[in-house]
């Protein structure tokens, strides 16, 4: 395989829970600008939530947004795809009537629709969700959302609840729910292997050509979408099961094992 272009997913694959900076993460940052290597990343998180880590490995090929609703080069979107906000109108009033935590994004930043614990908490830790608005009625019309967070910090379960005001749509949503807390909803389509195509398009290299590396649900499609796809040891099994490789190694350690078994280095 001519590897001419590796994407990693971020949390879990480039980082784990306490989203610390490992040792494993920087000797990958530093072969990826020493050796020049072709290295971009695809995440359920916004452009403001990565700009750190493109900053850290020099990105400057296009990143995969928002689960794939969109795709960013240089800090300027260069593909959106958006969600219709009367769609998930009612899903968010009744996430927010459950003192849930709903967060939308537009691609290049977050804006929480209201401040609570759990907001305050990431933003005290991870310096998240410290945008808030809660929409007139009259600017839900303008609203630009490529992707709705919604988390239940309560209890277990209750998001069901929620999601049920999103069925008459389902045709039109991809909803990727994570646990019985949390989920993500993006217009139909948007995905990281519909993202992963978007760049091979940009860039007019083969899918055959592409690496892929994840360790959750939401990178499945990515990893079956290219010709090598690779699952890091913390991943879960369903991951594994779709994975052309699994790495001995966990998170940034996994993604730089993957990266020294199936890269070479041009000389």
Known sequence: MDTQLIISDVDGTLIDQTEEISQAFNELSEKVKAEKIPFTIASGRCYS?????????????????????????????????????????????????????????DGLTDTAYRHNAYIQR??????????????LEHEWEDLKIQKLLLIDPEKP??????????????????????DARSADIMAKDSNKA???????KVLQIELANVMAVGDAQNDIEMIK???QGVAVANAKDELKQHADYVCENKNAAGVLEAVNKFYETAI
């Open 157 to 178: 379960g209750r998001i069901d609840e929620v999601l049920k005001h999103l069925e008459p749509y389902k045709d039109h949503l991809n909803i990727v729910q994570y």
């Open 194 to 200: 519909m993202g992963i195509i978007n760049i091979a």
């Open 49 to 105: 939530e990565l700009k750190a880590f493109i900053e850290h490995f020099n990105i400057q090929l296009p990143v995969v947004v928002n689960n794939g609703a969109g795709g960013v080069q240089n800090g300027k979107l260069i593909w959106s795809n958006l969600v219709d906000p009367f769609m998930v109108k009612e899903a968010m009033l009744c996430a927010d009537r459950m003192d849930m935590v709903v967060v939308t994004s």
């Open 225 to 227: 979408q290219v010709g």
């Open 122 to 135: 990431q933003i005290e830790k991870f310096g998240r969700y410290n945008r808030f608005h809660i929409p």
